[in-house]
Nanobody, 126 residues
Framework: QVQLVESGGGSVQAGGSLRLSCAAS????????MGWFRQAPGKEREFVAV????????RYADFAEGRFTISRDNVKNTVSLQMNSLKPEDTAVYYC???????????????????WGQGTQVTVSS
């Protein structure tokens, strides 16, 4: 089992920045990839970004490309999401998730992931 704890959420004005962190503990050697998802009230959980744990290569949702950066530290067992130029539509609970398998390229759906954190709230005001 891998335990995931998110931190770094908060309230910012549009155009501001936040850096989210996710600390992983337990059997972290099982991790193949770590992803970030978000969920706004009344909406489905939405893919944000994913990083390969070993290589460090990343993929992003269209809305995140150029604004968000995902990174991982294999020594500290952490994954971060740097969010710049935030918009009100970015308001959501952000979750980190661990994937123990190669997804065959289906990294953008929640069902591909095995463990989840409890989430951290991000609120962006106009």
């Amino acid at each position: 089992q891998v335990q995931l704890v998110e931190s770094g959420g908060g309230s910012v004005q549009a155009g501001g920045s936040l850096r989210l962190s996710c600390a992983a503990s337990g059997r972290t050697n099982r991790v193949y990839a770590m992803g970030w998802f978000r969920q706004a009230p009344g909406k489905e959980r939405e893919f944000v970004a994913v990083v390969n744990w070993s290589i460090g290569s990343a993929r992003y949702a269209d809305f995140a490309e150029g604004r968000f950066t995902i990174s991982r530290d294999n020594v500290k067992n952490t994954v971060s999401l740097q969010m710049n130029s935030l918009k009100p539509e970015d308001t959501a609970v952000y979750y980190c998730a661990a994937d123990y398998h190669y997804s065959g390229g289906v990294y953008h759906i929640a069902e591909s992931y095995d463990d989840w954190g409890q989430g951290t709230q991000v609120t962006v005001s106009s």
